[in-house]
Antibody, heavy 121, light 108 residues
Framework: EVHLVQSGAEVKKPGESLKISCKGS????????IGWVRQMPGKGLEWMGI????????RYSPSFQGQVTISADKSINTAYLQWGSLKASDTALYYC??????????????WGQGTLVTVSS | EVVLTQSPGTQSLSPGERATLSCRAS???????LAWYQQKPGQAPRLVIY???SRATGIPDRFSGSGSGTDFTLTISRLEPEDFAVYYC?????????FGQGTKLEIK
């Protein structure tokens, strides 16, 4: 069974760095894209970017390009989302997601449980 | 980049009524890669519809999706109490996997 398990909640100060993780299990991690989605408090879903763990090809939404870094370590089936200098506006719930993928009979996607990041002085 | 615009922002209905949610794309996107998600408070989004009209595993048949090109619709034929949630449309075929801003379906 496919699972995505994210790292725990974080409380940080503005200017600090942070790297959160998403560990996949139950499938060949290297051959499926993993994306990240932001949900600010009381707001909608925002697609941030995506990575192909097999070769680390990465694409970003224009809104998030240069603001975050997405990476992956296929040897430990883990994807990462990191910030070099957090801002209060980075306070949000962050989901990793394996996007919709179809077999001959059906399509599925898989979501992590979310990681709450709070940035406050 | 394609922009998805959902309407209405909030829809107030009673259980048993029919809900019709709209998602409009800023340019034609075909029909193969449009999805609808349901999100309840404190939960990750749940896939409801993929390929514009195919129900995801475990989704009851009161949910249906339609549309192509720029206009897509999610219909819930008879609302059950558990259907009241926020619904998002999403493009997933090409990058970026844009989301609409969401429609909140609330109990009247």
């Amino acid at each position: 069974e496919v699972h995505l398990v994210q790292s725990g909640a974080e409380v940080k100060k503005p200017g600090e760095s942070l790297k959160i993780s998403c560990k996949g299990s139950g499938y060949n991690f290297s051959i499926y894209w993993i994306g990240w989605v932001r949900q600010m408090p009381g707001k909608g879903l925002e697609w941030m970017g995506i990575i192909y763990p097999g070769d680390s090809e990465t694409r970003y939404s224009p809104s998030f390009q240069g603001q975050v870094t997405i990476s992956a370590d296929k040897s430990i089936n883990t994807a990462y989302l990191q910030w070099g200098s957090l801002k209060a506006s980075d306070t949000a719930l962050y989901y990793c997601v394996r996007p919709i993928d179809c077999t001959s009979s059906s399509c599925h996607d898989y979501w992590g449980q979310g990681t709450l990041v709070t940035v406050s002085s | 980049e394609v922009v998805l615009t959902q309407s209405p922002g909030t829809q107030s209905l009673s259980p048993g009524e029919r809900a019709t949610l709209s998602c409009r794309a800023s340019q034609s996107v075909g029909s193969s890669y449009l999805a609808w998600y349901q999100q309840k408070p404190g939960q990750a989004p749940r896939l409801v519809i993929y390929g514009a009209s195919s129900r995801a595993t475990g989704i009851p048949d009161r949910f249906s999706g339609s549309g192509s090109g720029t206009d897509f619709t999610l219909t819930i034929s008879r609302l059950e109490p558990e259907d009241f949630a926020v619904y998002y449309c999403q493009l997933y075929g090409t990058l970026p996997h844009t989301f609409g801003q969401g429609t909140k379906l609330e109990i009247k």
